[in-house]
């Protein structure tokens, strides 16, 4: 079982930064891929980025790409996503993730990833 918490959710204002870290543990050995996701209401998880642990081979979604930035740390067992000039509709709920098995076209859509921490708040005034 994998165990993941996040922190560092808040209240920025527009073209401020903001990073969220996500705590792993339990049998991280077994995962293949961590991430993060996110949430408004009403709407659909959207994936917004992953990183492999094998080679640090990362992927984004269309909407955050050249403003965030994942990574991660094997020595503390974190995962961090680092995020730029941000925009009021980048608020939602984050949630940290991880799956088994490679990056594939499905791993964009939140059905295939194996766990979910409880999410973290990220909202953006303008």
């Known amino acids: 079982q994998v165990q993941l918490v996040e922190s560092g959710g808040g209240l920025v204002q527009a073209g401020e930064s903001l990073s969220l870290s996500c705590a792993t543990s339990?049998?991280?050995?077994?995962?293949?891929?961590v991430g993060w996701f996110r949430q408004v209401p009403d709407k659909e998880r959207e994936f917004v980025a992953g990183?492999?642990?094998?080679?640090?081979?990362?992927y984004y979604g269309d909407s955050v790409k050249g403003r965030f930035t994942i990574s991660r740390d094997n020595a503390k067992n974190t995962v961090s996503l680092q995020m730029n000039t941000l925009k009021p509709e980048d608020t939602a709920i984050y949630y940290c993730v991880a799956k088994h098995g490679p990056f594939l076209s499905s791993s964009y859509y939140a059905a295939s990833w194996n766990y979910w921490g409880q999410g973290t708040q990220v909202t953006v005034s303008s």
């Open positions: 990183i492999t642990y094998d080679d640090d081979k990362t």
């Open positions: 339990g049998r991280t050995f077994n995962t293949d891929i």
